[in-house]
Each structure stands twice: as structure tokens, then as C-alpha cells.
């Protein structure tokens, strides 16, 4: 049975990734198969584990799947795995403002977890033992069972700090040196994604895994991970239900370094419905896959790439004709950019009578959604809970016939033929019969496969 450990912080900032990423890769590199998880909606650290693990990073939002879906979800992740590592967000208990929904030691707490505390030392010594008190006994029913030390300035500096983890009840599992070599660059929605990062981000997993396997006790992690809970994993093919009889249409979903924020169940779901996915790398590919039925453009950063995006020509007209068929095409967030007249004042696929513009500052947040007209995705008057974080707006922010409404915004999206596009994502996870919906509406259904 897998084993589970949660790596958390205080608050963001404190050296989780580090932690985290450094224990799947060292982990690995002693030959224990691990399983990587993050907390939340982020795409860009699970790019890093998947580096790291060697299998897909995949994603634990309570909020966007529903509390009753973590436990299975993290089951069918860890199949085959020895021990599951599982990244926080933010600090500890931080999750969806107000009502804290999402937190890392909800996570914990749904996969009976015991959780490892990573705490940027910089700056205190005793006081440590007072903030580890606190993060203790705020919530009796989550177990803290170790501590790291991160950024420990010298090994007079260690002996203090540990002397505190001891004052507060808690074992030290281990003492990172400052190690400034390992910053990963960061942009305005957070580190550059390792798909981007190329050769860079296998160096700097390459690091963390060597700077966690020199001053980390793994054996006293693996020893304090707890089994999963048991019961069924998730299933792709039980959440969508049987597929269309024969063989399904061809889905293409944009992928490689202009999009990589999408989640693995995605793809997953996709097949099961019985479609079946093929990624398109639209800095390189100047065609959809023969026989293309359907589109799926994830988010990411197009902006870093218009340029290359722009020039490939052949690649937008396909795009175009795909969307004029009526075909299905569900966009998000990047996906919506590429989908506009203009990204940047750059011409994209002009798919959507809009054009999309930096905006002056960060949107963010989850959104309980309703559905304002049918599309390929969802009848009208569906509900579902998205997540918004784009620093962009498009011109005009909705289509005639808008895809969402939430409360204290104006409608937002647009759906017209078979196109929905908008900034909301969602986790297909949270939402399987859209994507089974999705599939059922791609108007080229092959035959059965001859021999």
C-alpha cells in the first residue's frame, strides 16, 4: 500500500518546492517509486515533480473537485507508487478566502497524512519553538511530524534551531544550508514552467535532489509517511460512463512550452470517453492531426511565445477552418488568448472577434460559476467551480452569447458554434461529464478499426 507524506510551510516563500521536489527526486534516485502530488490549482510545480518523479505531477484541490474525490483521485495517482509526496500551498492553512477551503492540512487531513513542516529559519533562533508550537496545536486533529530547516545560516545557527524543535516536541528531519543556486526563474504568475526551462529545470531538479539527499534524513521521512486511506482508486472510465460506439474522433490538445497548464486526468478522461488525444506543439507543428474532430487549448504562456506562435501560419488556419466546421473547441485562459484576433497586438487565430491586452494587474481567486448558454461543454444553467489567474483581459471580455456568470463580475467567455472559450479553468476531474459531453459533440466519429 502507498505510503503518503505532505510537505507544508508557515507561508509561501519557505523552501516547499525545494523540500518537495528534492525528496521525489531523491527518492527516486535510490530507486523508490514516488508518486507526486501538489496541492491546488498550480501548473508549474507539477511540471517540476513530474522532472522529478519520473510520472505525472498531478493536482489535490478540494475545492475543484470536490473533498470526497481526494483521496480516490490521489489512489489512482499512486498506483504502483511506494510513497506519495505531496506539496503544499501557500502556508499550511491557507486556502480559499474566506472559508480556508483548499488548505494543505484539509489535504492532509483527507489522506490521514502526516505532515512535514519546511520553516525559512532566516532571521530567528528560539522563536522557531514558538511558532512550531502554534502550528501545532491550532489543529489538534492534524499531525506536524517533523520539522526541516531551511536556509540555516551556519552550524551554531543549526544547534539553536534544533535545540527550539526540541523545546516544541518535534523531531528534525533535516537542515538546508542558504543555497541561492537553486532559485528558479520566476515570471508574473510564478517560476518559469519546466517545459520552458529545458536543460535549466533537469539541473535544478538535479540540485534540490542532491541538496535534499545531503541534509535530509529520508529514511526518517519514509519511516513517518502513513498508508493512504483505504477504498477505490478513481476510475477515467467509470466518471465519464461508456464512450460512442466504434472508435472515437481524434481530440489534438495544444501542448509544449506555450501551454502546459492542464491537469493529467484531462487526457485521461478524453480516452475514456473514447476519444483519443494526441498533442500538437503549436511552436512546431504546422498541423492538426488527420482527422482532428475536436480542440483542447489549455492554459499556459502564449505571451512568452507570440512571435513563434504568429509565424506558424499554417498551424492558425487549421485552427480557424476547425472552428468555422463547428467542431467542439474548449479554450482556457491561455487557450483564450490564442484563440483572439490579437495577443499582444500580435495577429493569433482569430477565432474570436476580441482582442487580449496585459492588463494592469492580477486576477485571481475561485469562481462558483453558472453556465450562460449551451455549448459543447455544458447545457445553460450549469454550475461549476473554476479558478481565475491571468494577468490579461480581452476586448470585449464576453461574446454575444456569453460562457459564465459569477457574483460581483460581468459576464464573461464566449460561446459560439461549437468554440466555448473563457479564463476560467476547471478540473475535469471536478466536471467529467463535460469532458464526456465534449467528446459526444465532435461530429467526425470514425468507424470501427479494420483487422
Not at 496541492?39 to 470526497?68: K, Q
Not at 503549436?282 to 492554459?299: N, S
Amino acid at each position: 500500500m502507498t505510503r503518503a507524506v505532505v510537505v507544508a510551510a508557515p507561508a509561501s516563500g519557505s523552501g516547499k518546492t525545494t523540500v518537495a521536489t528534492g525528496l521525489m527526486a531523491a527518492l527516486r534516485r535510490r530507486g523508490t517509486a514516488v508518486a507526486p502530488f501538489k496541492v491546488g490549482p498550480d501548473y508549474i510545480d507539477p511540471g517540476y515533480h513530474t522532472l522529478a518523479a519520473g510520472r505525472p505531477g498531478r493536482n489535490l484541490d478540494p475545492v475543484l473537485v470536490g473533498a470526497d474525490r481526494i483521496a480516490p483521485l490521489a489512489r489512482h495517482g499512486s498506483a504502483g507508487a511506494e510513497i506519495a509526496v505531496v506539496e503544499g500551498v501557500m502556508g499550511l492553512f491557507d486556502g480559499r478566502i474566506p472559508d480556508g477551503a483548499g488548505s494543505t492540512a484539509e489535504v492532509a487531513g483527507l489522506l490521514g497524512a502526516p505532515v512535514l513542516l519546511v520553516v525559512d529559519c532566516r532571521g530567528q533562533s528560539r522563536s522557531l519553538a514558538a511558532l512550531l508550537h502554534g502550528f501545532r496545536s491550532f489543529d489538534p486533529a492534524l499531525r506536524i511530524a517533523g520539522v526541516v530547516l531551511n536556509r540555516v545560516g551556519s552550524a551554531r545557527h543549526e544547534d539553536v534551531l534544533r535545540a527550539a524543535a526540541e523545546e516544541a516536541g518535534l523531531p528534525v528531519l533535516g537542515a538546508l544550508p542558504r543555497r541561492d543556486a537553486l532559485e528558479v526563474p520566476s515570471r508574473h504568475l510564478g517560476l518559469v514552467t519546466a517545459a520552458e526551462h529545458g536543460g535549466a529545470a533537469t539541473a535544478a531538479v538535479d540540485a534540490m535532489a542532491e541538496l535534499v539527499a545531503a541534509h535530509v534524513d529520508l529514511d526518517a521521512v519514509i519511516g513517518l509517511a502513513a498508508p493512504l486511506p483505504a477504498g477505490p482508486a478513481w476510475s477515467p472510465r467509470d466518471a465519464v460512463g461508456d464512450g460512442p460506439p466504434g472508435r472515437g474522433p481524434v481530440v489534438a490538445v495544444l501542448g509544449g512550452p506555450a501551454f502546459t497548464f492542464g491537469y493529467a486526468e484531462h487526457v485521461e478522461l478524453l480516452a475514456a470517453a473514447g476519444a483519443e488525444p494526441v498533442t500538437v506543439d503549436p511552436l512546431r507543428d504546422p498541423a492538426l492531426p488527420q482527422g482532428t474532430g475536436a480542440l483542447v487549448l489549455p492554459g499556459g504562456f502564449p505571451e512568452e511565445h507570440v512571435a513563434e506562435l504568429g509565424a506558424n501560419a499554417p498551424l492558425l488556419a487549421a485552427v480557424r477552418e476547425l472552428a468555422a466546421s463547428g467542431a467542439p473547441v474548449h479554450a482556457e485562459c491561455g487557450g483564450l488568448l490564442y484563440l483572439c484576433e490579437t495577443l499582444d497586438g500580435s495577429p493569433m487565430c482569430g477565432v474570436l472577434p476580441a482582442a487580449a491586452t496585459r492588463a494592469g494587474r492580477l486576477t485571481l481567486g475561485y469562481r462558483d460559476a453558472v453556465a450562460l448558454a449551451d455549448s459543447a461543454l455544458h447545457p445553460a444553467g450549469a454550475r461549476v467551480t473554476g479558478h481565475e489567474f491571468h494577468h490579461w483581459s480581452v476586448t470585449p471580455r464576453a461574446g454575444e452569447a456569453a460562457a459564465w456568470a459569477w457574483r460581483g463580475a460581468e459576464p464573461e467567455g464566449f460561446v459560439h458554434g461549437g468554440v466555448h472559450a473563457s479564463f476560467l479553468h476547471t478540473h475535469p476531474a471536478g466536471e467529467p461529464a463535460a469532458v464526456a459531453r465534449f467528446v459526444r459533440s465532435a461530429p467526425q466519429i470514425r468507424g470501427p478499426e479494420k483487422g
